[in-house]
């Protein structure tokens, strides 16, 4: 296994996708988090704000996506399902948002690929560690995925914890409802150095780590 020679086409996301994501921060997400949410975020100055990027982050929520998106004052490209890029108009409007289309149960190495292909675009690209939702948001089974996707693009991680957002819709809920949230973004972390399984569980317990301690600081 080694790494990509990964030679950015661009040092940044497109002009589209930057207006699109500043247009949708300003006048959905943004206000809905410090009004409804009561919204914290500490550590966006940590933040590289050109270059490919691997965003690394806890998830309890379906709206986690655009929140980490808008609290890191870039737009962040995550794994969509294929079944969106069907649709007339919306395919054109996620795809300008950083979304990318992925078969649902396919093979990792067709989600490795799509995410190299995005951060080769020069985007910063979301990869939640545990890969699925957990009831309080704590990492307890991180996944090397984001590790090996690092170390194949060689690009920093950045660990972000989001508290609170298992409490915006809860199962029994068909609404939103207002529910204190706080963001906590830390020090970008280097890939790791070689790809055996070794490396990559360092880096990917590193990123559990950070991720967790920033989550224990709560409100």
Known sequence: MTPEALVPKRDREPLISLVLYH?????????????????????????????????VSNHASDFDPPLVSNCVGRPVAFMAKEELFQVPVLSTLIRWYGAYPVKRGAADRAALRATLDALKEGWATGIFLQGTRTPDGRITDPKLGAALIAYKAQVPLLPVSLWGTENILAKDQRWPRPAPVTVRIGAPIACPTTGDRQALEAVTQRCAEVINTLHAQGR
């Open 23 to 55: 247009l949708f921060k300003w006048s959905v997400v943004s206000p809905g988090l410090h009004t409804l949410l009561r919204g914290n975020i500490y550590g966006a100055e940590q933040v590289p704000r050109t270059g490919p990027l691997l965003v």
